[in-house]
Structures are given as C-alpha cells and as structure tokens.
C-alpha cells in the first residue's frame, strides 16, 4: 500500500491554540481510501524547518497531504518553502489570481493588495480552484512523493480534498480500500480483551488495534479488500464470542453501524415500544442525557439519597440493603404507573468516597420490566466524573442485555 | 528559549480514529513555561518508525513530551522503542509493578499478566507515578534531547504532567515563563466577538487567538513575560468589557483559575450556601450532569412535556405561555421546599422540530429563590446534541448571572 503522511503548518496548531481536526479527517479518508497513512507532523512559521520537512517527507513517503500556510499573510510560507526545497521558482498564475479578484468582488469588497501573494504557484505545479475561499491549492510531485497543499480552514479543505484531490488519486496510486470491523464492548478493559483473545490465529493480513475511549472499548480488525466475506464475518464473530455477548455490545462494519451503547439501547427500545423511568443517586442525569433524541425515555429523576428518592415515592428505605431498597423503589415507581420499565440506580458510599479518586463506592442496579426483575453490583473507583459515567454505562448495558436476551 | 517537541504515538491517531487533543493541550502547556514548541509529530505501531523519529527528535529538540503507547497490549511499543532507539535495555521495575498490582486490586481485579509488561523501563529513567491509571510514565535524557513518556489517556497524561514532569523542568531548562490570559464565555460567537474587537489597538507583542469549543468560546492573550502587570491587567478587563459581562462567565490567568461555566457556578452555589432543585423538558439530565461533584443540587427531575411535569408537581400547566407555566412550576417547588432555588426549563416545539438540525425550538427558563424571579428565553438551533447542551448552558448561565449580580 502507498505510505501517506499528513503535513500541517500553522503556528496556532504547534502553539496549541488550535486543535489539528484537518489531520484526522485527511487521515480518515486516506485509510479508507487504501492508503498507509504513516506520520502526521506540524510545524509553525519558520521557514527552515519548512523547507526541511518537505524534503524529508519527499524522500520517505508516497503521497502527502498538507493543510495551512497557503494565507495572505507574511507567516503564510508554504509556497515559499516549496520553491526553496525543491527548485521551483513561484510563477504567477493569472487563472487563480482572477479567481481571487472574483472572490473580494463577489463579496463587494475591494480586494487588499496582500492577496496578490496567493496567486503565485510553484513551476509545474497543478492548481487546485478553491470555489470556497479565497487561495487556491497546489499540487506537485517531488521526489518520490506526490504532494497536494490545501488552505487550513476546515470546511475549504474538506471541499478542496474531496472535489480536487480524490479524484486525481486513482490515476497516480494502486489503491485497494481496505474493509474495518469495530467490535465495541462496555465492563472490560483493554488488557482483559487482549488475555481473551490470547492463543487466537489472526492472519497476518489483518491488523488487529484497540482503542479504549470513555464510553467504550473498541477492537478493530482491518481486513485487506480481497479477504473474502465469509471469512471477515467468520473471524470477527469467534473474536466476538471470545469476549462474550455480556460485554459485546455491538459490531459496526458487518452488516451495519451501530454506533454507541445509547444508540444500541435506542434502537432494541424502540423495537419493544415501552417507556422507561429512571430514578437514582449517583450518575447525576447523565444515563438520561446520553439518550437524549430517544422518545422512549419517559422520567428520570436524580436525588441526593437512597432515602430522599424513597420518600418521594412514597416507600420505605432499607439503608442496609439497597438491592432490597432498589426493587421496592422500581415496584413503586411501577405501580405508580411512571411507565413499563423502572431502572434504579442507588450507590453506597459517602460524598467524600464519591469525589476521592482513590476511593470506591458501590452501585446497585435495579431494572424490572412488565414480566421480569433484575439486579447487578458494580464497584466504581477512580475520579468523580469516571464513577458518573461508569455508573450511567452499567445502567444503560443492564438494560441493553435485558433487551437482546428478551429480542 | 529551549526547542520542545510533542510525539505522539497510536494508530488510532494516524489512522484518524483519534483527533490528537494531547498535541494541542501540551503545547500550551509548554509555551506558557516559556518552551518554543517546533513540531508536532504523530506516528503509528511500526517499530523501525518510532525508532527513527525518536532518534532524529534526541538530535535537534532540548526536550520531548511524549504520549501514548505506553498500554499493556502488542501495539503499545514505546517502551522497546526507546529501548532499542537509545541502547537502554528494559529493566522491571519492582516499585511500578507493585503500583499496577494495587490498582486492580483496588478494584478488586485480579490484575491480568498482561500488564506486567507496562513495569518494565528503560535503564536509566525516572519513573512517573501514575496515581490516576495503570501504567506509569518514564523520563530520560538521549542525546540533546531529555525525554518525558506519558500514558495517551488524557486525563492521566494532563496529571501526571502536571504533577510529575511539569515539577521537573525548572531544574534542567531555563525558561521565562509567558503569560496565557483567556476569557471565557457562553451565548456569543466567535466572529461576533471578532467584531467587537475591530479597532482595538493590541500591541504585536501580545498574540490574541480564539477558540470556539462545546462549552464556551475563548478569547485567549499570550502576553511576554516581562510585560507589566498592571497593563496586562487594563488590556483583558478593556476587551472583556467589550464582550460585556453578559457573556463572560470568567477570565482565566489573571488573578484565579475560573473552570468552565459549571465549576463558577459551583463555586458561587458553595458561597450561598443554599440548595437547588432542576426540574426540566429540554436537557434531559445534562445540566445537572454537569454539575456533578457539587453538594448543592439537591433534586433533578425530567419528564417529557411541560403538562407532565406540572402534573408531577401538582400545578397547572398553561401550553399558551410557557413563562407563565414556568413561574408556577417554580413556586410550587418552593412551596414543596424542594430546594431554596428551583431553575426550570421549559420548551416549545415539537419532538421532530427538536430532532431537526434545520429547525430550532424555543427555550423558557425561570429562575426562583428566595427573594428573586428571572425569566430568560432563547432560541435553540442546530442538532438535537447541540439543542440539549445549548439549553443546558443558559440554565447554568442564568443561575451564574444571578449569582455575580448578588455576590
């Protein structure tokens, strides 16, 4: 596979006043695209460590797509750093600079004498129109690798790449797009994944990565494009199966995108048509906002104790048993009709074992639908907002096992 | 100034699964301890790739912030990287096993053999304590360069930074530190706040820069370090001025650290010393999820349609005015001694109007407490995400408001 590299030049994004968002989505389109993408690197305003860039990257890589420094602006080198690094004097192309002359006069404003500058291109260079800003792209071979230069603001080069760059890609590069398969779990951890997984054959055409985010862990296997369906669907399931349906929530890339647990959950809710309550003390109405845009989510309500949410509903706490506690709440709420399904989430623990990062506190979880009941135990540790949203996960999940075990 | 660098290793990042926030939130770091950041460079799991780049950066920076691949599965390399980069062959380290051994058995874990791996170090480093995860860090000096390695989880990596390496590099560089002063606010746009700064006279030592994120909008000043600060001072209050306190919920660097907009609110709540109540159709929970970790919101409790909630609370509900309904929702909570203040939310507009990022929704919030009543109403565009998190925003806004009114 041809190697790719992303370039990115801006003072505010090694400065870090600027997030570099252009480099993952670049990145994005190349994987899928077929390419490698090898090494992103950004470097500010200084013109040498420009120009050596450039020549490093046109010795090592294939293609390389670069994003900023293409402004009016005396920090805006690119351009320059081409022509030094690569022997190609600027010329000035009276097609772009009508083109930006277009722009200003579009707009009725006088165009600024600065603007000149984004009309010089270097010699033998293929210009990419930008309809959707002022300076047009640039792109050019040299050495071994194929460079197309874009402006930095996202939404130009996101046009510029997908209606100027990609459809010259086919014709320089071998590209067969490569096929990804997520498997996505909640209540098991990386290294619990990679001991499961222990002794599997995996052929080595297909990279396996993991990816631990806040709301999930991801195991990702790229199949090349030629491996065949069966045998993508075949080993996806047996690594599947290896961490258990208990934590597999969803596979996107098979036969569908699932997206998250939330969206999972929204999906088997809708199926079933019942309306959910949700009483608790401890994830703070943050299990009810990840499902926001879901019509099923009836009520939730949040209390500071086991016996302030008792009180409210008019039933008799236990503080030493919140399971029991937990299943005479979720009754109540039901036959109080608040909806079909009650989910009840009570925690043990102090406010100070809450908010110690070195402290745990427990989760008790209560769910009882029309015909069934049932309940799970969780200890949560690490910082206040990690507790919150572990506590809001496990709900969600005990309701999505109930949901795909009763499908 | 010394030349700093950030690498950041994972194939979650050059593949663009990952967008490299670490990158960003380190160099600001690093600029403001007086560091010239040159380059940001992210490479993938490739062994002799890692290498390579580890050499070159030992040969042209002074230092190196490091993340990622530091996890205890086959693609996390560093360790060996560094290893076979710089001659160090890789020591177990009794102290960091023994810490890894506590964190699961804090979790009542058995730890799985796989991290054992994560205790072995390159000769010769300083071990990073990582209290906040399971694989600690590692700093050496190669070449010119002196290295820190970090886990890639960002809430680790921002602490061990902070509480490990950031205590380290007054002892081996000479910095003159810079001064970062953002003002923060919600429920204005960045080109507005541009526009309210057209002909402000800033001098070109001082670098202003802008970010736009979920929850608030920064106005960011970069003064030098020898610049007074008494002027410094009348600079933010003249531009924070021209943003009006309306919209500035706090200014970072001057004389405190603000936090975003949730955390002024807890500090203000704290200093009342009364207690709130959130009842709500239109955040679902998220409001009071930002608020975790305060002691002061007492109750939250969504329902669906504003004739639910009033229903719930025993009042009645005027579907004509929402402003009406909202003061009476508020009253009855008062009257129920549901908390000292009650903030309610209201929406008007329909499930699919909310839904619709091309439609919007109109927001009604009241505001109660014990000697005061404030009414804000605002329009709600874009997805039904943005919608939520919006609404959520200006119910926080209006309670800081209030506060900063009566402090």
Redesign the interface.
Known sequence: MPILE?F?QGE??????????N?????????QLGFT????????D?LG?LIG?LKEISERADCCLCTGGLGPTSDDLTAEAVAKAFGLPLAFDEIAYRQIQAYFSNRQRPMPEVNRKQALLPQGSIRLDNDWGTAPGFALQAGRCWFAFMPGVPSEMRNIFLERVKPLLPDRFVLTPSRLVTIKTVGI????I??RLDGLQIPPSVQ?????GIDEVQT?LLFPADYPAEETAALTYTIAERLSSRFVFGIDGLTEKVGSLAAVVDKLMCETGAALAVVETV???????K???S?W????????SPS?LCERFGTAVDENDLSKTGARLAKALQDQRAADFVLVQLHEGS?SQF?D??R?IILYNTLLTENSFQQSRH?L??????K?NQAALFGLDLLRRHLQDNR
Chains 1, 2 share one sequence.
Not at 37 to 44: F, K
Not at 283 to 289: I, R
Not at 297 to 304: D, H, P, S
């Open positions: 992303i990115s505010e994004i090694v400065t870090g006043q600027t997030v570099d968002t480099a993952a989505w670049l990145s994005e389109q190349a994987v993408v090898a090494r992103h690197t950004a470097v500010g200084k460590d860039l951890g990386e290294s619990d990679q001991q396996l990565g993991f990816r631990a990702k994830n703070q109405g943050l299990l009810s906002a499902c926001m845009g019509a989510l009836k009520i939730a309500v949040f209390e500071r302030a406010q908010r990062k070195d745990t200890i540790a690490g910082p206040i907002e990690r919150q």
